[in-house]
């Protein structure tokens, strides 16, 4: 595509369309990406809130097992070996006010080495998982008089175990309270307030999550894994994030965004195109216009400065070119139509004016007269003061000529060497003789010496004078030859004379007109 | 501007002003312990006797293993007499922790008497249950 071929407003106007329509598309395609970023954001901070709730409760939990197994160590009778597994067996067959909060599993007695000394009710559990023992071992000073414990898992399921130091400060024994974990981590669901469910390290179900349903593919499940003490993963939590209801939610915060931001675009560019229309595109047209309308014809016409800066500069920068150009025109044509040697009007001008006048005098059937003027022995003055002298010879008679006649319609001319004509508009005979023989007195008045004159010893011209009235089919070089005739008689004569008109340089050959 | 320093200043004392004043740093004539060289204490001393010198109500939610309860303003020397009637019976005094003036009181009035080991646990109840510690009722 040709660029000299677009206009500005359609440029603008397309690329501002262009830039309007990407950002709609880029908003549209935005879409997906945004909402994959909300899902991704929201699993992150719902898997935190899973965690946090999680500690939470098992932090809970392992303190009432603390409270539980110093209640139930003040009871303990260490030395009735015989009967600690009926002692043991007490929480489950009364029910202490800490066991409501747990899901006891069993209760086991050590001796401080951590060799079981007796255990609780029918159920089996797993013996204390080595992990614990010896970080129970191993701990030094105070540490020994603190409880332990964490989070384990079996063949059978999870577990919590913790480890309450007996016999106060000297140490007599551990009780290991194990609890069941998923009765606490139940709450969890609760406090997420969102379908929630458990399984176990491979995957499987421990805890089904409720209130799913058979619409499952709407949900997308968050996980959290709970790690116990040998570090594996002992549970995995997991919370079924509603997907459809998140999606919702953005969808109608997108439409409000994207129609405000639509709106606002819209807005903005409507504002553009009008400002851009009003102070560039139509000043531009306007401008173009008149630049056009200047350089058919209009004289004086200028362009007209308005809308943006540049738009200034342009119309300003483009008439003041305009302005040089008329006056160098002006220059020019006044140049043409002048002498270049006397100042005066040209052999050139002279034929125009001749032909606009002659016109004229026709229309009004007015007379006109012409005098054709020759300096005498001209050609001697050069000979005898150069040609510098007779320059400058020739410059003072224009002069003097342009002085004497003074009309304004009048016209003095350089006729080509040392000939000059006067042309005189609206003149008879009559004041033609009397102009001739004012040029004649100004002559004499100036008085320029010219000894090789055979005349007189001044310069002195001889004058032809031609009137007439245009008629029909006669040209203007009739007057022209007419005068010439004149002159040449006025030469003829002895020259420093003035000749007029008579019959017979009326009467000229055809020759004459052509 | 000084009016302000002056405001604030009071703000910031405010808080302060409202809790308990703080026990002493340390109580001339006793030794002052943690939890830790309490218990080591304790295991270290068979015949260490723990007063807990808080109210009956406090010992009776909780207290230290082995320890006696006796209101510093109910220890008189005759009653102290009655649990430590040897003059070099080793004591430990504590109470709830540090905005307690109880036990330091107490701790005093023994080395006063003439008891000359003394221990001071200075963070009290409040730092036993945050050490976890085995705890009697």
New interface residues.
């Given amino acids: 595509m040709a660029i000299e071929r677009i206009s500005l407003r359609s440029l603008i106007t397309g690329l501002l369309v262009a830039v309007v329509l990407i950002t709609v598309i880029h908003t549209i395609v935005a879409k997906y990406q945004f909402r994959r970023a909300a899902l991704d954001y929201r699993i992150q901070s719902l898997s935190r809130v899973i965690e946090v709730a999680a500690q939470e409760v098992l932090r809970q939990a392992r303190g009432r097992a603390v409270a539980l197994g110093g209640s139930l160590q003040q009871r303990l009778i260490l030395s009735d070996a015989a009967s600690l597994g009926l002692q043991l067996d007490e929480p489950f067959s009364k029910g202490y006010v800490e066991a409501g909060y747990l899901d006891l599993v069993q209760l086991r007695l050590y001796d401080p080495q951590l060799h079981l000394l007796a255990a609780s009710g029918p159920h089996t559990v797993p013996p204390l998982p080595a992990m614990l023992a010896a970080q129970v071992r191993e701990r030094q000073g105070v540490d020994r008089f603190k409880a332990a414990g964490g989070l384990w898992h079996a063949a059978h399921g999870p577990y919590y175990s913790v480890l309450v130091p007996v016999g106060g400060l000297h140490l007599d024994g551990h009780l290991e309270i194990v609890f069941n974990p998923l009765f606490n981590l139940r709450g969890v669901g609760e406090m997420i307030h969102m379908p929630f469910g458990i399984q176990g390290a491979e995957g499987e179900e421990l805890l089904p999550p409720d209130g799913i349903g058979t619409d499952a593919a709407r949900y997308a499940a968050v996980e959290y894994s709970l790690r116990g003490l040998d570090g594996t993963t002992a549970l995995r939590l997991v919370a079924y994030e509603d997907v459809d209801l998140l999606y919702k939610d953005m969808h109608r915060t997108q439409i409000v965004t994207s129609l405000s931001f639509f709106g606002l675009t819209g807005a903005l560019l409507a504002l553009a195109l009008w400002l851009l229309n009003r102070h560039l595109f139509q000043p531009v047209h306007w401008m173009i216009g008149e630049m056009e309308h200047t350089l058919r014809d209009a004289e004086n016409t200028l362009v007209t400065r308005r809308g943006i800066k540049e738009v200034h500069v342009v119309a300003a920068a483009f008439n003041a070119m305009t302005a040089r150009v008329r006056e160098i025109i002006g220059e020019l044509h006044r140049l043409s139509a002048l002498d270049g040697l006397t100042g005066i009007a040209n052999r050139r001008a002279f034929n125009q004016a001749l032909e606009r006048e002659w016109l004229r005098a026709k229309r009004k059937q007015a007379a006109i007269s012409l005098l054709l003027v020759d300096v005498d022995y001209f050609k001697q003055y050069n000979d005898c003061y150069g040609h510098q002298a007779g320059d400058d010879c020739l410059r003072n008679i224009a002069n003097a000529m342009s002085l004497a006649v003074q009309r304004p319609t009048d016209l003095v001319a350089r006729y080509g060497g040392e000939e000059f004509v006067v042309l005189l508009p609206d003149t008879d005979a009559t004041g033609a003789g009397r102009v001739a023989e004012k040029l004649q007195r100004t002559m004499a008045a100036l008085a320029i010496p010219h000894q090789a004159s055979a005349t007189r010893d001044i310069v002195s011209m001889s004058i032809g004078v031609c009137t007439m009235t245009p008629g029909k089919g006669v040209s203007s070089q009739r007057l022209v030859a007419c005068a010439d005739r004149a002159l040449y008689r006025a030469k003829a004569l002895g020259r420093n004379r003035i000749e007029f008109t008579r019959e017979e340089d009326l009467a000229a050959p055809a020759a004459a007109d052509a | 501007m000084r009016y302000l320093a002056c405001v604030l200043l009071l703000c910031a004392a405010m808080p302060a002003a409202a809790d308990k004043p703080l026990a002493p740093d340390t109580v001339p004539g006793t030794l002052l312990v943690s939890?830790?060289q309490a218990?080591?204490t304790?295991?270290t001393t068979p015949q260490m006797v723990i007063i807990d010198s808080r109210l009956g109500e406090e010992y009776a939610k909780?207290h230290?293993?082995?320890a006696i309860n006796l209101l510093d303003t109910d220890m008189t020397e005759a009653a102290l007499s009655r649990i430590a009637p040897d003059r070099a019976t080793p004591l430990l005094f504590y109470c709830n922790g540090e905005r307690c003036l109880r036990s330091s009181n107490a701790a005093a009035q023994a080395a006063s008497w003439g008891y000359g080991t003394v221990y001071w646990f200075r963070g009290g109840w409040q730092e036993w249950l945050r050490?976890?510690?085995?705890?009697?009722?």
């Fill in positions: 939890a830790e218990v080591v304790v295991q909780g230290i293993p082995g050490q976890e510690l085995p705890v009697a009722r």
